[in-house]
């Protein structure tokens, strides 16, 4: 008898989905469409040559190390590369607090397994990023959500909700993603209090924190934790959870991302990673460490912050130009993502499908709500077309968004002659 496999799935897989956005990237793939919908780094700027060298350099003098099985933890050359960048902004890292993942997205899995009970309320942002939504779902989370402005998440409403007992708050402070925005310094400090007072730890996702194009760096929600708690040297201890990753300044196809957090939170990490691929490739890692040493990726972040911000620069100048009154973005001073903001009553999926018809393609705002608001929203990403293909693609967009405006207005007046 032929199994029936529906009904040998667990419980926890009916919440499963697939990511709204990958189903709508998929539109997106014939080749002559503009697209600023995946997050995807401009391939360009990827050192391949110096992968190249190490790839070689590695295999010809640690070939039989880097094909070998190695601790969970991850490779610690690396780890203390990590232990000194983080010291390097005033944070009191010990390598033991650091743990190699494959990409932050299985941080954010690894999490979930080591926290996340059925039912558990979780205090996220509104929009947030999609991939923790999708990874959390099967350990079924619930969410709270906490409502932004220019100046990020308004930690007023932090605290109203702190009082209902969430496990714990994830915050992309930098150039979030999807929105593009930052949370101020005075929230920052704020967050952190709230944490320490309320005892409810934070989950800091940081992929984007390095890849700022104007004004001054802020500190990170761990360094202002760690100053708070006054650690004197011993490894970090606090309340907050890091995630980052080599994906955005390396490169993604590597699959190496890292977390920093307490050594007790650490252990058990590990121990959910040994369940779920034992450790990330010795050789990514080996590699990702000859290419990054020696300032090889300090130099290499300057290229990109470089390339990227023309980039941010030309889509705000088009938007400027081609896009009607009536929406509205956000102006991100770093990252990879800006936010539209879309009349009331017009829905982004509805856009969406006009604009395909035009060759350009974006991602619709709502999936990024976890309560299913957010409909006339949707995120642009502007790292991976060029400047001359970002300023085509914004103006069939404005194109678009006239035509349906104007469409939409005329709807409304045939109905006003009806009545
Ligand atoms: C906020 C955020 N977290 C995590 C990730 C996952 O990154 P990776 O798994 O490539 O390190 C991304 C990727 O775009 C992201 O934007």
Redesign the pocket.
């Known amino acids: 008898m032929l199994t029936r496999w529906s009904e040998r799935f667990a419980q926890r897989t009916h919440g499963m989905r697939s990511s709204a956005v990958r189903e709508l990237l998929k539109l997106t793939e014939q080749p002559d469409i503009i697209s600023f919908g995946g997050?995807l780094p401009a391939p360009e700027v990827f050192p391949v040559e110096k992968f190249r060298e190490s790839c070689d350099k590695i295999l010809r003098e640690e070939g039989k190390k880097a094909l070998q099985y190695s601790t969970t933890e991850g490779y610690r050359p690396l780890r203390e590369m990590i232990a000194r960048h983080a010291v390097r902004f005033g944070i009191n890292i010990h390598p033991d607090n650091v743990l190699l993942t494959s990409?932050?997205?299985?941080a954010?899995d690894l999490i979930g397994t080591v926290f996340i009970n059925p039912g558990d309320h979780l205090l996220v942002e509104r929009p947030t990023?999609l991939?923790?939504l999708q990874a959390w779902r099967s350990y079924q989370a619930e969410y709270a959500c906490v409502s932004m402005d220019d100046d990020g998440m308004l930690t007023d409403e932090v605290e109203s909700q702190l009082r209902t007992g969430p496990k714990f708050i994830y915050a992309?402070p930098n150039f979030q993603?999807p929105s593009g925005v930052t949370l101020s310094i005075a929230r920052r400090r704020r967050l952190i209090a709230l944490a320490d007072h309320y005892g409810v730890p934070i989950l800091e996702?940081d992929?984007y924190g390095q890849l700022r194009y104007e004004g001054e760096h802020l500190p990170s929600l761990v360094m202002l934790d760690d100053e708070r708690a006054g650690a004197n040297g011993a490894p970090y201890a606090g309340n907050v959870i890091y995630?980052s990753?080599f994906?955005k300044t390396l490169a993604?196809g590597i699959?190496l991302?890292w977390i920093i957090a307490p050594v007790e939170v650490i252990q058990r990490l590990v121990q959910a990673k040994q369940g779920a691929d034992l450790h990330s490739s010795t050789f990514a890692q080996m590699v990702a460490y000859d290419v990054a040493k020696g300032g090889f990726l300090d130099q290499h972040v300057k290229v990109i912050r470089q390339i990227y911000s023309e980039r941010r620069d030309a889509m705000l100048r088009a938007l400027d130009t081609c896009f009607p009154d009536g929406v509205t973005w956000t102006r991100p001073k770093g990252g990879l993502f800006l936010w539209l903001r879309f009349p009331e009553d017009m829905d982004g999926a509805d856009v969406l499908k006009a604009a395909v018809a035009q060759k350009v393609a974006f991602v619709p705002g709502q999936p990024f709500f976890p309560d299913g608001s957010g409909a006339n929203t949707a995120r642009l990403n502007f790292s991976y077309c060029t400047p001359d293909i970002i300023e085509e693609g914004i103006r069939r967009l404005g194109v678009v968004l006239k035509s349906l405006m104007k469409g939409a207005r005329v709807a409304v007046g045939a109905r006003e002659v009806h009545v």
């Open positions: 997050g990409g932050s997205q299985q954010l990023y991939g923790a992309l993603n996702d992929p995630l990753t994906s993604p699959r991302g």
